[in-house]
């Protein structure tokens, strides 16, 4: 096998699988994501897709990847079961389970399809946001995964260092995101960048509390010539809760290339604790 | 085994599963909820939610379900297989597979958790609506399924035999719903509301176009208690589209009970034709 261009980034290293059978790979978690507890989300939900986009009986493109975190990701060895549930014509659909030491710490399923060209739509713009390249980079370094990624914020930040922190009015973030270093887009990046929001509740209180994602679910509008298109340049982020309640909190999310196409919707229900 | 007090209602005969092993159930597809391929898919997933719902070591109530509709569900026997994949202290993953002739015809996950008491917000308001009972009730019999709902429409009715047919110039539709004939609110009757609402590609150009939802994902806000509070009356549901692309169309949309409160945040993606 001859390397891939990207091959050296840390993003393919992290979701980076081995074959090791039929319908199993095998992958390696190292620290280079690492968030509170196990790794960054959306490197755990990019190498579970990397699962079907990497098996040979795959047809089609990614259309929408739902991710079930069911347990902690310990750094070290997993199991990657990839099984085409369903395959039709122009369609499959997926079922992929994440297990380390025989238990199940991540599930997911996956719908692929080859899509045609039909009349097509964008009901929901972009927002008005400056340019990426006019804000600054934020610098963080508190969890190893923040290194991996440019944030550019241009509203709503979360940042309890903050001099000023009181509570936010809402749960909104506004946002210019790529890979760091820069890295040309595609379904496996555009899924990790689907979960770089802080939980909302977070950002709403502008404080800390155990919290953290339980299911997210992607549904991607572009194809491989959009995230061509996209490059390696920032999209913008939009992210908002509906609402709060009891221990769970949603998050409806959209993600935008920089010429204003709609690339992917996304939502998930985060855990919070008190 | 005493009879529910809604056990004679279409919608519980819908969606009753007989025990039949571990993790798996047998049901039946009667016409009762005929859409035009299959049974609507509102049904098939709430029937899907009652494997975990039925199984003998659930624990807590359903937090999040995503549901794949992998092919046609046929009139007849079913097999449904639900799997608790993981259970922690106050959590627990399931898989969910509905097989016809040994095929998955749906796939689905679903998340359930023991809720506590915690800092609580709902950050998106209602809709303002005339109250249901001032509105005409929608009378409609094309589908077997239409009779089983009461709908009355605020605004975004797709109608195609309406005289001034034109397309819409947005893809929204805000409108009251409830079983037909009452009964009250559960997790099982709200999971099949959440789907109640016609493609948006239909809304939107205000004609058929073959199509039908793939994938769908609910976050349940709403726990026993306000399930309870919201009893058999209408529940106010808006939906919209962000992009509609080559085949594929995404909906978000929520659901109130008729005092304000969002039991529901519901996304899915559908395909259409050409």
Redesign the interface.
Known sequence: MTASPTASHAFDRAIALTAAGTNLFKGEVDDSFQNMVGPFGGVTAATLLNGALQHPERIGEP??L?V?F??PVQLGAFDLEAVP??T?RS?Q?W?L?QKQDG???T???A?F?T??????????EMPAAPAADSLPQLVRSERNWFRNYDFRYVSGLFDPSRSDSTEDA??ETLLWTRDNPARPLDFASLTALGDVFAPRIFH??QRFTPAGT??L?H?F?A?TEQLARAGDRHVLGHA?????????S?Q?A?LWSDDGQ?LL?T?Q?A????
């Open positions: 259309v929408s739902t079930n069911a347990g549930l369903r039709n369609t659909h079922l389970l238990e199940v710490v599930s997911a399923t719908f399809a899509r045609r060209e039909t009349w097509s739509e964008q009901q929901h809402d749960s709403r209180r339980v299911s679910t549904y509008h194809d908002r809760a509906t609402r709060m309640h009891n221990n769970y949603d409806v959209h709609l919707t939502t229900v855990y919070f604790k008190e």
